[in-house]
């Protein structure tokens, strides 16, 4: 058969991700699936459904090859042996390890990585058999300084400390489930991973996710209490001391000593994740969430100083969604916007990563969105391994369009064949090869197949000016972000200063105003003393006058007294000698005895 190759040949053992199918249950089983395998076999072929004939005969059959297809019967226990395992298994011995899901909306990614109300997901999992694995062999947290050996500026923590500080939040905010009610399922018991003996192992996990092309620490405590614009977004960047990694740099890291402590933390990020029922899924997640086991080997020679160190990445993708289908709008709509660009770009990096031209590898625009360049950046790294799965998730009877549109771009090898009666007529379309990257296509007309070539050279040629343009575009915007970041905490630095001087003057203004009062007070009490004083004095002035009136008072009452009784002795002499002489004067009757009357009338005489 005649295979002609496009000018982009896939070159199956350069691509940075393995990538896996994984084919869900369906819900609806009336209608015929769109997506047709054969057990064992590592392709899917796309037949189109649908009653519209002509629309069958124009489009072909798509084949899409991927590095191992998962059917509808599969169960998590196969995708964890298949593809969490092996990453795990690196990653104790010091490689980093990613793994995602990508798929439309409700073909269950969440579903594969954190499982379900009945079955555990990877992350679980993995855990799971982590601690079996290792056992006894866990650092005794007294005698080694975790915070001190982390180089990515990680807020170290362990986990009973996590959980007080966590308490009052998580009582408040989250409905959390007892640790008895999780899922036991499925049962990995059977399965442990062989450990150097002579080493130590400790397990930190952290959570992020990237909301808005941001990054945001799922386990800080603002995750839950802050509105999502005060929240301080993390930066991606190489981490200290000469490693060439890059890292998400201050995210709080929990060390677990066992599942159900690394249950409990897992749970806490999970709640503080963004998603929300849309039309498609009760429980869509809005971000792509990124769950990291970090494995620290300490060998019993040489201590911290021979310390390795190797993350576990689990990403669960947010779903790409037709706002069509979703009917989302306002704050939904823009939150897809974005989720829908960023799978875009990650979209243009997976069908890159298989592409070559003139033998050569295509650059992978990774850096285009945070997204890519969180899950692309360490596998460019020279000398850096790590390894990288994503599973597709797919419901063959779901949405045809959206579905075959990420078969498309994640699968590593695409063939298309066309149906015979529209061989050649259709060839010079170049929308039916554009999403082709290692599409073989059958037909004999050579002139086509030029005309094709060019096109497709051309079309390259735009989509990287377009991409770097893009990347620049982006540069510019993450300085101008981090000006304005930074611009911000200069104005709330200022703002803090100028708060303490108003604070300091109002003080200022505030004890003298007291002083003043005080002072004020004095004076006025003083004044009032004064007057009291001069009161008393004045009353005792008056006293003394109205003592000596007194003493005058008396002094002329004896007077009067003696005068009374001087003339009363007289009256009683001149009444002896009246009646003596016979009675002619009667008694008062003389000038004396006007004046004894006067005095009887003032009753003064009695009393004497
Ligand atoms: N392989 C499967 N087996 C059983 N149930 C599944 C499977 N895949 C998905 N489901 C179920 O389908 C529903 C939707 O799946 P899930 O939430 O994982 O979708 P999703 O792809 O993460 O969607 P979104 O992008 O909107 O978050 C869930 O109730 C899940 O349990």
New binding site residues.
């Given amino acids: 058969m005649d295979r002609p190759k496009t000018p982009h040949t896939a070159d199956a053992t350069a691509h940075l991700f393995d990538v896996f199918l994984?084919l869900?249950?369906s819900?609806n089983s009336t209608d015929a699936p769109f997506l047709q395998y054969k057990p064992g076999q590592p392709q899917v072929s796309c037949t189109p459904t649908g009653t519209d004939p002509s629309r069958k005969r124009s489009r072909g059959i798509e084949k899409f090859s991927f590095t191992q297809v998962f059917d509808?019967r599969?169960k998590?226990r196969d995708v964890f042996t298949d593809v969490a395992l092996p990453l795990l298994a690196e990653v104790v011995k010091g490689h980093d390890g990613m793994l995602a899901?990508l798929?439309?909306?409700?073909?269950?990614?969440?579903?594969?990585?954190l499982g379900?109300?009945s079955?555990r997901g990877m992350t679980q999992l993995a855990l799971d058999v982590l601690f079996r694995s290792i056992g006894d062999r866990l650092v005794d947290p007294n005698r080694f300084d975790m915070a001190g050996s982390d180089t990515t500026e990680g807020i170290v923590m362990d986990a009973l400390s996590f959980q007080e500080s966590m308490s009052a939040i998580m009582d408040t905010h989250i409905k959390r489930a007892s640790l008895a009610s999780m899922p036991k399922r499925p049962d990995v018991s059977d399965i442990v991973i062989d450990l150097d003996q002579r080493s130590r192992y400790a397990v930190l996990i952290s959570m992020y996710e990237v909301y808005n092309d941001r990054i945001f620490d799922l386990l800080d405590d603002k995750s839950l209490t802050q509105p999502q614009t005060r929240r301080k977004a993390l930066m991606f960047r190489k981490c200290e001391g000469g490693d060439p990694k890059k890292v998400v740099a201050g995210l709080r890291k929990v060390y677990v000593r066992n599942m159900a402590e690394a249950l409990t933390v897992l749970e806490h990020g999970q709640a503080c994740r963004h998603?929300s029922p849309?039309n498609?899924?009760?429980?869509?997640?809005r971000s792509h969430a990124f769950f990291c086991i970090e494995v620290k080997r300490i060998p019993s020679r040489g201590g911290l100083a021979h310390m390795r160190s190797a993350t576990l990445h689990i990403v669960?993708?947010?779903?790409s969604?037709r706002a069509k289908h979703s009917h989302a709008a306002g704050e939904r709509l823009a939150e897809a916007g974005s989720i829908n660009r960023s799978l875009m770009s990650l979209g243009q990096c997976l069908q890159l990563q298989t592409t070559t031209e003139n033998g050569r590898p295509v650059a992978v625009p990774y850096r285009q969105s945070k997204l890519t360049e969180l899950l692309f950046t360490n596998s460019f790294i020279p000398g850096a391994s790590q390894k990288a799965s994503m599973i597709v998730?797919a419901d063959p009877r779901g949405d045809t369009n959206a579905t075959i549109q990420i078969l498309r771009y994640s699968a590593l090898a695409r063939d298309v064949t066309l149906p015979p009666r529209t061989r050649g007529r259709n060839a010079s379309s170049a929308s039916d090869y554009s999403m082709t990257s290692d599409a073989s296509y059958h037909h004999g007309d050579s002139h086509a197949q030029e005309m094709i070539a060019n096109l497709m050279a051309r079309l390259e040629e735009s989509e990287l000016a377009r991409q770097e343009l893009e990347e620049k575009l982006k540069e510019a915007q993450e300085r101008l972000e981090q000006q304005e970041q930074e611009l911000r905490d200069e104005i709330a630095v200022e703002m803090e200063d100028m708060m303490e001087e108003m604070e300091q003057a109002y003080m200022q203004q505030l004890q003298e105003a007291e002083k003043r009062y005080a002072a004020h007070t004095d004076k006025k009490l003083d004044l009032l003393r004064g007057a009291l004083q001069k009161t008393e004095l004045v009353n005792d002035e008056e006293h003394e006058e109205k003592d000596a009136y007194v003493e005058d008072l008396e002094r002329e009452n004896e007077q009067l007294l003696a005068e009374i009784r001087k003339l009363r002795r007289e009256n009683q002499q001149l009444g002896g000698s009246m009646s003596v002489r016979g009675n002619r004067v009667k008694r008062g009757a003389g000038k004396n005895g006007i004046v004894l009357s006067e005095l009887e009338n003032l009753n003064l005489v009695e009393h004497y």
Avoid at 103 to 109: E, L, P, R, Y
Avoid at 316 to 319: H, I, K, N
């Fill in positions: 994984r869900r249950p819900t509808e599969c998590q899901t798929g439309v909306t409700g073909s269950g990614k969440t579903h594969t990585i379900s109300q079955e998603a849309t498609l899924n009760s429980q869509s997640s669960d993708l947010a779903g969604e998730t």
